[in-house]
């Protein structure tokens, strides 16, 4: 099974492996980056996207495939081939009028993606996901930072997920709290034990019990799908004062009844 990492954003992606700046007038949008379904068994469900080519000056030939994706312990994107995993949805996925399109510069189109969930899908089987991609068939002259000649193409992942008509059950629950002293991180390992996709902020805090200080280390967004184990990585700074200090994290995703904490003492010398 071929897996390969991805980044995923809202800007246009360049397939081409290049360094430094890229010029050239070529350009893709596709909105919005993501598209939720919530479908029973048997059910259809219809969701546009909006295919912008942003280009002055060259028109876009564009192909439409499908993948699968998750997040590594990290948060990471992994993507893969469409029905690699047992929650892929990829091949429940159909594009009315085609997968092919051409966009003259300037031009957008908004296109329909369907969704039909078979009838056999168990009730227990809660969320699916997939991965459309839209990447231009038709590469473009452009040159580099260094002013080197190279050739453009764009690509652009839209996440898709599925999830049936279960009551939602949000539940994380961290797992560990560690300090690694060689990279000065806090690392928090936690686990999403619910049956739909979660997302939140970790709030992090240390106090000096030596000094009285304290120091708030902001807050870290992550993204998690049902049965994930994830690793955050919190950096306590450049540089610790001597003293005994606990520290507080704090995953807040959603309502005040919907907080998981967790507390590490550790000194530093």
Known sequence: MKICLFLFTVSTLL????????????????????????????????????????SKEHPLDLAITFGDWLYD??????TMPPDSLENSCASW????????????????????????V????????????????????????????????????????????????LAERR???????????????????????????TDGVIKTTIFNRTTGKETNLGEVPFFTMPGNHRKMMISTGEKLERGDYTATVILDYGDEATLEAAELEFRHE
């Open 15 to 54: 397939i081409s492996q290049i360094g430094g700046g890229v010029y050239g007038q070529v350009g893709l949008s596709v909105s919005p980056p993501r598209v939720y379904y919530s479908l029973a068994a048997g059910e259809s469900g219809v969701q546009g996207l909006l295919i912008n080519n942003i």
């Open 73 to 78: 312990e990290y948060g990471n994107n992994v």
């Open 93 to 116: 996925l159909t594009m009315q009028g085609g997968t092919y399109l051409t966009l003259q510069p300037g031009e957008n189109r908004q296109i329909e993606l369907m969704m039909n």
């Open 118 to 165: 078979p009838p056999s899908v168990s009730t227990d089987r809660n969320v699916q996901t997939a991965m459309v991609y839209v990447t231009q068939m038709n590469p473009v002259d452009g040159v580099d930072s260094q002013g080197a000649a190279i050739r453009i193409n764009v690509r652009q992942g839209i996440k898709v997920y599925r999830r049936g008509l």
């Open 171 to 197: 539940e994380l629950e961290i797992e560990d709290m560690t300090l690694n002293r060689e990279s000065n991180h806090i690392v928090v390992a936690f686990n999403n034990k619910g049956n739909i996709w």
